[in-house]
């Protein structure tokens, strides 16, 4: 078992990607997302940004400093730990120059050129890799460089309408609901680490690199896996029950209710545990002769026991609930947590999910490190550079 | 450029030759194990064979594609012993059982690992392997919960609302996948094999770690909600002709708010107090009034396209059917037709990392339990007929493919 509190002491020359020499000339959330991954498992990530401003996401709020300083918003902060910033121009001739140099010692390019971009600055799909074979080119982008939409442009609400998430959150008699922040951006970067992997796994045999598209939009199809298997029915919005396992032959499903501090998901989908959770309740007799295929009557039967749970939750606080129905009931139960109590949380802090990086500009934060955690210990994290930080080291000058 | 995928395809499946023994149920465990199926890797799924074998089609279909399937008891001496002999000749092992299934079973990665030394396990437990709540049972709908998503999520900061989608599952399966390609990459050059304990829970932590960072350093708290941007104004849903249809709009630079007034045309929006974003911030609501009474009458495709063509960022909200009918994944040909029996041919989205996939000629539906069992016990671990006759008969194995079932 890998023991947490062992863990992150390695030296660099030490880790699975030691050695893996990475570019990054995406910006923003996907792209960068993917090379803080690769820079965690030991890659030497070389985040290019362009002069004078650098990577757009250094303009998003919220900021660490009173002062809006570039150099202190989260989301830059976040997603480029562990990398180094060289400062290039590739809009220039001379930069253009100085990139594809850096780039044909590299084994991993990973960019978010939309096909627009591409035809205007001339940089074609073969431009990097026939100049360094072994090159995994990972190219990012919201619609892919084909199809209808390939001109057009996105934001996390738009890629979350056309790939269907949207559609499924909020109330069906209020407007369809978003997800919070980046999220389209964070699984295309999932997504184009899985890629990059892949890549690489072939490299290894073969020798030889490649050019691999990743998008947003089939990314989030690939993930709508509940609402496709609908066979032709509309899957609608349920609010705070979640309406896919309400279907023929499945028990009632997730609702979320309030306890005395907020309020808390009781998850559903089996008969031992609507069984489980009937009993919990002292109301044993609504587990019995339960005819599944009767949706109206489920529908009914949920409804009456959220209010029977809400009632049994008055008095006790998400956390009494959150430790009752979980420990003694074995219920998939958890407290909608807010931001300050996740980072507080001892299980999170047990392994070892943050970690304080201090910043000179930024200071001192606590910072999701990696959902796992392997037994061969991986290395502290190292905060994101400032901008420009590593032009010398890596270009002379 | 246009028209033609420029990804470089030039065989069928990376991973081809990778075996992976799949111990995974629902839905994170499936996924990942479903992304390797999708590049050629022998995803072998092991179930109890006592469980129900007629579940091809529906979400288990869609999520275990590509799969083969070997009903094996693990809970016997014999099919421990069997397990063990397949990890001996496999890759990976993937599983998501609460912490304590695997060691009940004498089966730790020590036990793993002494059978093959190079292999990857990744668990995947709700809570990760150790920790006070290790033990405790979790969703993808819990954990999203616990991950401080649900949080932001909402028409109003009182009243938070799920994803609707069990948000940790598809995150979590994500996760798997780039990470055991590591490790296996790494098993493959030196022989070393690694235990990975990714929890169902920390996945969504890491997809909002600008707001946690920020929530540390200086107590930040998102204040929008519903669909508001917290600079971008208009930002938000407008409901279309129809019943229940709706358009995304979003406007986040001046050259796109004179795009979107030309394309509504009339004078309400050449108001002064909207020529600056921080006036369009302000004056949201009276923008929103202007844009739902020009959508309310128009169908939500030519909205899109209308508002798109002329530069503005905007994308009609698909339901899960229009989701399978969108032209552009139908035109970068994503989808794949897949066979599912009896059940006919059934559309599955397809592989959204373009590149390196199993050719979708050669794609399979999800196994009947089963199916592949003799395939396994004796092409792979070279028992007999016999044996496995009499496998079938202590329960330790199921037998469903064609020959078993015509005998």
Known sequence: MPNPTKNRERQADDLPLSGLEVVEVAQGVAGPFCGRLLAALGANVIKVERPPKGDWSRKIAPFLSDDNHPESSALYLYNNTGKKSVLIDWETESGIDTLTSLVSKADVLIEDWDVNYRESAGLSTEKFNSENPGLVEICVTPFGLSGPYARWKSTPIVQLALGGYLSIMGYPSKEPLMLPGHQPDYLAGLNAHNAVQMAL???????????????????????????????????????????????????????????DDGYVTFGGGSVAIWEQLCLMLGRRDLSENLDLDNLDEIAELRCEVDEIMTEWMKGRTREEVFLDASRNWMLPVAPIMELHEVLADPQFNQRGLFQDIHHPVAGTAKYPTLPFVTSDPLQEFKRAPLLGEHTEEILGR | MNGKKSTTIRSSGALKGVRVVDLTRVWAGPLGTRILGDFGAEVIKVSDPRLPADRMGGLYGKLNRNKSSLGLRLDTEVGRRIFLELVTISDVVIENFRPRVMPNLNLTYDEIMKANPSIVMCAMPGYGAEGPYAEFPAFGSTAEAASGVVSMLGYTTDRPIQTGMSYADPVSGLNSVGVVLTYLRRSRATGKGQYIDLALADSPVCMIGEYLVANSAISYLPTERGNEHPDHAPHGVNRADGDDNWVAISVTTNDEWQALCSVIGGDRLSDSR??????????????????????????????????????????????NQELLNDPHLAANDFFADIDEGENGLKRYDGQSIRGNILDKSEWKAGPILGQDSKHVLVNLLGYSEADCAALAIDGTSVFNDESSTQS
Do not use: C, Y
């Open chain 1, 201 to 259: 796994f072939e490299r290894d045999i073969d020798g030889l690199g490649q050019f691999v598209e990743v998008t947003m939009l089939e990314t989030l199809a690939n993930l709508h896996q509940i609402a496709l298997e609908m066979d032709g029915a509309v899957r609608v919005r349920n609010g705070h029950r979640q309406s896919s396992l309400s279907r023929r032959g499945f028990p009632p499903g997730v609702s979320t209710l309030p306890a």
């Open chain 2, 274 to 319: 909207f020529s600056t974003q921080d006036g369009r911030k302000r004056f949201e609501e009276d923008i929103d009034a202007v844009i739902s009474d020009w959508a309310k009458s128009r169908d939500t495709v030519s909205i899109m396209t209308q508002l798109q063509e002329a530069g503005v960022r905007a994308g009609r909200v698909s339901n």
